[in-house]
């Protein structure tokens, strides 16, 4: 279906409206969401400032405005359509909006102090052993056998480290591997998310170490499960529902059994399935209520399970992730915390297949943060789909400042479109590194000058 639009007059925006097109190119703006709901006057302050019009989703914007009432002239005394309360599941009746006092002020903060080559290669390593190491987990568990929680803190250090010396070489792995739905790669998964972002954030090491912990065990509980609800897990019963969401309970009577994991891993694993506005489980917690680390724990997890879904159709492409996400905001998830998560990840994660306005196709490899939507990519395919003979690394914000090219991201795809597999962009990374990422972005500033499309 045609996605319905209407023209109007930047002085004429109001709060509630989906701003879908602007009247020049999103890359030259700071917006982080190509297409976003306007939330408050400076929404618009920032809006008038730099458009003369914008176009607006009409079918989005009734989710927020009472669209009848929007006359042609678009008079500025519009009926806002107030959001229904939250049903608290614990009374029965409407509460306010849940109580919270945003995130904290950061702690410390890192640089990067490793290369992307020369961390991919401590992570590759890294990634196999620890993958090996969450499978056997989650064996011990459903045979009953005691978990070896050294391993387990060895594990979480050891990915900690790396993240803490270079996030987008992990990140870009896991995005490469994110077809394999086996439960414990799926929580290997989400621990190396949360800690990039924990890193963002500036926490504490020590609460890094926790996070990764936690997320490495907490899922270990749906080894009691039967196989058909984790098969199932999209489609289930309201009966079912109760039975899965058992698996909280599994993990914490596993690890209470050892009597040898730390409280902070413990709280984080039984709050991290509670949602902001009292829709998750067990305990039903609200806004505050959830402690920070457990509503990182919880928001990254969903982030996963939205991209990476079990019947892969059924995923969503980094992009409308983000934008799916972002329209959780003070629902599912603390409104600050999405924000933070989407700038910290970029508009195109690590990892995510694009088209460039060369017509070729890239891999996200690394994020540039200098501006978001110019970040490194590796070519893999040339303006014709076909394979390129020579892996191209382009440094896209570089190349847009030393030169009159403008290059940018026009599509994103999810990993196997074109034939593109794990193996193929491992090795071209890996060849590319090999000769070197300098020497490779001068030469090929030359190559794009004769390709982009303008």
């Known amino acids: 279906m045609a996605v319905q639009s209407k023209k109007i007059l930047a002085q004429n925006i109001m709060i509630g409206m989906y701003v879908s097109e602007l009247d020049r190119p999103w890359i030259e703006t700071d917006f982080l969401l190509e297409g ?15 458009c003369a019009f914008v176009y607006i989703d009409i079918e989005l914007t009734k989710e927020r405005l009472n669209i009848n009432l929007i006359e042609p002239s678009l008079l500025t005394k519009i009926k806002i359509i107030a959001n229904t309360d939250v049903k608290d599941i614990r009374f029965g009746r409407p509460v306010p909006k849940p109580i919270s006092k945003g995130l904290p002020k950061a702690e410390t903060s890192y640089n990067k102090t490793s290369s992307f080559a020369s961390e991919f290669r401590t992570a590759n390593h890294l990634y196999k052993e620890i993958t090996k190491t ?22 979480a250090t050891a990915i900690v480290d790396s ?13 490469l591997h994110e077809k394999d739905t086996h439960t414990h790669a799926r929580s290997l998964r989400t621990s190396i998310w949360a800690i990039a972002f924990a890193r963002y954030l500036g926490l504490e090491k020590a609460k890094l170490n926790n996070l ?17 609800l984790l098969e199932n897990e999209d489609d289930l019963s309201k009966d079912e529902q109760l039975e899965y969401q058992q698996h909280v309970d599994h993990t914490l009577d596993a690890l209470k059994i050892m009597g040898r994991t730390p409280q902070a891993i413990i709280t984080i694993i039984r709050a991290h399935c509670e949602r902001f506005d009292g829709s998750g489980y067990p305990m039903q917690l609200m806004g505050d209520e ?10 990254v997890s969903y982030y996963e399970e939205i991209t990476n879904r079990r019947n892969h159709d059924d995923s969503l492409d980094p992009t409308r992730a983000v934008e799916h996400l972002y329209h959780l905001r003070d629902k599912k998830f603390m409104s600050e915390l999405v924000q933070e998560f989407i700038c910290s990840i970029g508009i195109y ?18 994020q540039n943060n200098k501006n978001q939507l110019l970040p490194k990519v590796l070519i893999l395919r040339d303006d014709k789909r076909d394979p390129v003979s020579i892996f191209k690394l382009l440094d896209l914000y570089e190349i847009n400042e030393s030169s009159e090219i403008t290059p940018k991201i026009i599509n994103t795809y999810p990993l196997g479109t074109f034939g593109i597999d794990v193996e193929e962009v491992t090795k071209g990374l890996e060849r590319v590194t090999n000769i070197g990422a300098e020497r490779t972005q001068k030469w ?7 390709k982009v499309v303008s």
């Open 163 to 175: 993240v803490v010396r270079n996030p987008d070489a992990f990140l870009w792995l896991t995005r």
């Open 134 to 155: 969450a499978s056997q987990i989650f064996s011990d568990v459903s045979a009953g056998n005691e978990i070896n929680l050294t391993i387990v803190k060895r594990s």
């Open 36 to 50: 976003f709901y306007v939330e408050n006057a400076n929404d618009i302050v920032r809006l008038q400032r730099l």
């Open 444 to 450: 090929n500033v030359k190559s794009l000058l004769k």
């Open 212 to 228: 990764s912990s936690a997320l490495l065990l907490c899922n270990i509980g749906k080894a009691k499960l039967p196989i058909e």
């Open 290 to 299: 959830i402690p920070l680390l457990a509503q990182i724990a919880g928001m």
């Open 349 to 366: 994660p690590v990892g995510s297949i694009v088209e460039l306005n060369s017509q070729e196709v890239a891999i996200i490899v690394e």
